[in-house]
């Protein structure tokens, strides 16, 4: 299998992480037959990329196989933000449904904890026919036997159609939503959609949160979680060898 370097990484908040530790064990108890997972989202940038990377390495740091599959085949951003390279050129999905190259040639092994990535390979005016054929179909399946989980990066539902595609062969959907900045009606609208492909909706992720501008910060930083950050919680911080109070 081809490899790929993933050169940023990024450092998420103490809250992020347990939030994802959370979001990841639900996904693990969330039944047997759940492994090909779409996030969408209803508009551009509310965070499916990041997340579905967080979740990628969540996940895989438990000791899972997970195949990512880039398919926001019209515009990803993902191996550049994340300055992933590869030697040679990049084939990819498109490669593979347009029928140019066999599927293991488009699966690359990353040096995140042994993800690996089906990139998109190049830009696709009119993604809707290659994501429509069995073509797309199959090659899930085939990833979902071989992979614990296979996760895929969609584009927005409200915009084009390639979501609804790609939730027909999908098991289950996330939705990610902005915190403060999606609609109710364009949530339900893009729920609708979903669910009319057959697909089951497995949830929202509310992203992109400001704790520091609700409520929640009193439960966050103010009572519990802020102890781990207290002087109470440093050992070495009374002289006399006794914790001090916070
Ligand atoms: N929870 C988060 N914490 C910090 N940064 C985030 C978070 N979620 C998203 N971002 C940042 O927000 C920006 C947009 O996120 P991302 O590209 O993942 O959105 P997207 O839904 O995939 O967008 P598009 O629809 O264009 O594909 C990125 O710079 C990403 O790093
Ligand atoms: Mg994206």
């Known amino acids: 299998m081809k490899k790929a370097t993933v050169g940023r990484i990024e450092r998420l908040e103490y809250s992020t992480n347990e939030a994802l530790n959370t979001i990841c064990s639900n996904l693990t108890f969330a039944g047997r037959n759940l492994k090909k997972i779409v996030l969408t989202s209803c508009t551009a940038g509310e965070g499916k990329s990041f997340l579905t990377l967080q979740i990628a390495q969540n996940l895989a740091k438990r000791g899972k196989k997970i195949c990512l599959v880039d398919a926001d085949l019209r515009r990803s951003f993902l191996v550049k933000r994340y300055d992933i390279t590869t030697e040679g050129e990049w084939v990819g999905l498109a490669h593979y449904l347009a029928g140019y190259n066999k599927l293991e040639d488009v699966i690359y092994r990353t040096n995140l904890y042994d993800i690996c990535l089906i990139p998109i390979g190049r830009d696709v005016a009119n993604p809707v026919p290659l994501l429509d054929s069995p073509d797309f179909s199959a090659m899930l399946d085939r ?104």
């Open 143 to 246: 990833l979902a036997e071989e992979f614990d989980l296979v996760l895929v990066d969609a584009p927005p539902v409200g915009l084009v159609i390639d979501a609804a595609e790609i939730a027909s062969v999908c098991d289950g959907a996330i939705f990610v939503i902005e915190y403060n900045k999606t609609r109710r009606r364009e949530i339900q609208d893009a729920h609708h959609q979903i669910e009319q492909t057959g697909c089951r909706v497995l949830g929202c992720i509310i992203n992109k949160v400001r704790f520091d501008t609700i409520s929640a910060k009193k439960y966050y930083n103010k009572s519990y979680y802020s102890h781990y950050n207290s002087e109470y919680y440093r050992k070495d911080s009374g002289s006399d060898g006794k914790r001090k109070k916070p």
